[in-house]
Nanobody, 121 residues
Framework: QVQLVESGGGLVQAGGSLRLSCAAS????????MAWYRQTPGKQRELVAS???????NYADSVKGRFTISRDNPTNTVSLQMNSLKPEDTAVYYC???????????????WGQGTQVTVSS
């Protein structure tokens, strides 16, 4: 019923920038928090940044000052502007949203399929 589709990943040199976008579609009544996570092989998925419906943001210490999360409520999209990228930012990045569908009783966590970000040194 609900799909999250990410775009914008790719290969970039250290110090470069990338912008990830995620669009939620389907029978969406409301979206609460939206976030970006990342995961590397053998490690747990970690929170990169989150944004509340009202626009309050939260960042992992490792990306503070370099990444900026933003959302557009009318279009159900969330973006992640990544600047000054480092090789250690290399990971699969996943979009996440807490979604309530029409007729639903509660918010459900939904995930995108992931997009690869590779930063070369």
């Amino acid at each position: 019923q609900v799909q999250l589709v990410e775009s914008g990943g790719g290969l970039v040199q250290a110090g470069g920038s990338l912008r990830l976008s995620c669009a939620a579609s389907g029978r969406i009544f409301s979206i609460n928090a939206m976030a970006w996570y990342r995961q590397t092989p053998g490690k747990q998925r970690e929170l990169v940044a989150s944004v509340s419906r009202g626009g309050s943001t939260n960042y992992a210490d490792s990306v503070k000052g370099r990444f900026t999360i933003s959302r557009d409520n009318p279009t159900n999209t969330v973006s992640l502007q990544m600047n000054s990228l480092k090789p250690e930012d290399t990971a699969v990045y996943y979009c996440n949203a807490e979604v309530k569908v029409y007729g639903g009783l509660s918010y459900i966590s939904k995930w995108g399929q992931g997009t690869q970000v590779t930063v070369s040194s």
